[in-house]
């Protein structure tokens, strides 16, 4: 089950006021029991908050995700995990659908599942966040670890592409918008 970071009230406290009324950031402060050895956890960390005006009026407050630093409106901790990561940090509810039609988007997913594949935390870090390297797992051959680290330069490189073939298309769109000039 997931958990949104808002149903988790067993303790956050604001810790930095930007205008007295907006706080910046947030501690989550919680306790995390492992399933499998019953040991738990002491966990503290801040998650950053911003704020953007909505078209009717009033603010909309936003979290920066912890791991990956996007803009998202949740958190997640699912099953098993120590830490709240926004939903594409942890892959969750992506369907081929909902993919489709987004090349830059389904490029970075690939690039985040083949980093956490390859790095010995799981963690899915962004293309954008360079330079930055999965870790090898000790037990890992070095030859195989060699293998997935390939596939992240080609996930990244592909990502890259993608990105590029969009802001194509943006210059496109733009250049048939200038007025034409006399
Ligand atoms: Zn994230």
């Not at 997931?2 to 303790?11: F, I, K, N, Q």
């Not at 939903?87 to 490029?107: F, N, Q, W």
Request: proline share 8%.
């Amino acid at each position: 089950m997931l958990a949104p970071a808002r149903a988790t009230s067993a303790g956050h406290h604001i810790t930095d006021d930007v205008d007295e009324t907006r706080a910046a950031r947030f501690q989550l402060i919680y306790t995390s029991t492992s399933t499998r050895t019953g040991e738990t956890t002491e966990h503290e960390y801040p998650v950053r908050l911003e704020y953007a005006a909505c078209h009717f009026g009033g603010v909309r407050p936003w979290f920066r995700c912890p791991a990956c630093s996007e803009r998202v409106g949740k958190l997640y901790l699912p099953p098993r995990r120590e830490r709240f990561a926004c939903r594409d940090c942890y892959d969750i509810g992506y369907t081929l659908s909902r993919r489709s039609g987004d090349p830059v988007k389904e490029a970075e997913l690939r690039y985040r599942r083949a980093f956490a594949k390859a790095d010995a935390d799981d963690r899915r870090a962004h293309p954008n966040t360079e330079p930055y390297l999965p870790e090898r797992p000790p037990g890992r051959p070095f030859d195989h670890h060699a293998e997935l680290l390939e596939d992240v330069h080609d996930a990244h490189a592909e990502y890259h592409d993608a990105l590029q073939e969009h802001l194509r298309s943006l210059d496109e769109l733009l250049e048939k918008r200038a007025p034409q000039s006399v």
